[in-house]
């Protein structure tokens, strides 16, 4: 089998203001570094509407739908922001990250990886905040549940934000373990380590200012892993964030490529002894072009290497 490639002209026309981190640049430097990859390429669809439905309530939907601008720009809190075309990025985004989940538990593809803006994992229940307006992993997630009958999902957030949105949409689901490791402090301010859900399903490791390459992966070794070994999964999520490389101006952690290039095979390792290999990958944060393309494009030649096998 091979490794699914989702993404769609879409994602790329959702404009944001001039210097903003969460730039179109970001998905195209991406696109570029994949180019030529062997990848199956599949376009991203509009997500259902019920899709949707299983994490954001109705009216949520349709003020995101309300607020997306004709002309222009919309503001829709202090860092996120709406274009003519970012409804549609949105929607495409969050349909991709559910049809990579068909894509996988089918068995047409190995792995998936879903090149798409905006990101997901800040939006919450009825709240737009930190780039995101729809939770794409935390849908996709349900989608795997409900739609698919799985009985336990694993989400692992390995962006330098914390996944507020995907805690705060998946913390009520017993059947959903969320994992993020994440600098603190830094905003959004939450996933302190005692935030660990009704369920207690929730895992949060905060990360010291300055944390590097030894001190990430021992973390990882000792709690993450034996979690991820004890809850069992059916299929794994990623929040793929590369904004814990050294090199990005948003935070202060000091990863480098190769420490994605790492993590992304341990989970694969996971993946390949609890889930039958079926690990969905969804492009969160990264905000120096560099160093987001040079990571991306080490993370998925890891799931090509491993989904082939």
């Known amino acids: 089998m091979t490794t699914a490639l989702i993404t769609h002209p879409d994602c790329l026309r959702h404009e944001t203001p001039q210097g903003h981190p969460e730039q179109v640049a970001r998905l195209a430097r991406v696109l570029a570094a994949l180019e030529g990859k062997a990848v199956t390429r599949v376009t991203a669809p509009m997500v259902a509407e019920d899709d ?7 009216a949520y939907v349709e003020a995101i739908r309300a607020a997306a601008p004709a002309e222009g720009l919309a503001q829709i809190d202090a860092d996120t922001w709406m274009s003519p075309g970012s409804l549609d990025a949105a929607h495409r985004a969050a349909g991709g990250a559910v049809r990579a989940v068909d894509l996988v538990l089918a068995g047409e593809a190995g792995n998936a990886f879903v090149a798409a803006r905006p990101p997901g994992h800040h939006a919450e229940r009825e709240t737009a905040m930190g780039f995101c307006l729809f939770g794409n ?31 705060d949409l998946l913390e009520d689901e017993a059947r ?23 369920h207690d399903t929730v895992m949060n490791l905060p990360i010291a200012p300055g944390t590097g390459s030894e001190e990430f992966r021992r973390l990882y070794e000792d709690k993450v892993f034996p979690r991820i070994e004890a809850f069992a999964p059916d299929l794994i999520l990623v929040s793929a964030g590369f904004d814990a490389h050294r090199d990005d101006p948003l935070a202060d ?51 090509i290497a491993r989904g082939a096998g």
């Open 176 to 198: 959903a373990l969320f994992i993020s490791s994440h600098q603190f402090p830094l905003w959004p301010g939450t996933g302190t380590a005692d935030e660990t859900g009704p």
């Open 253 to 303: 952690l000091r990863l480098e490529t190769e420490d994605f290039v790492w993590i992304t095979d341990r989970l694969c390792d996971l993946a390949d002894s609890l889930c039958g290999g079926r690990l969905v990958s969804c492009l969160e944060g990264g905000y120096d072009l560099d160093a987001l393309a040079e990571s991306a494009a080490a993370h998925v030649d890891v799931l």
């Open 137 to 167: 992993v935390a849908l996709a997630a349900k989608h795997a549940l409900d739609h698919h009958g799985l009985a336990r999902v694993a989400v692992v957030d390995f962006d330098v934000h914390h996944g507020n949105g995907t805690q």
């Open 52 to 58: 949707l439905l299983r994490v954001h309530p109705k």
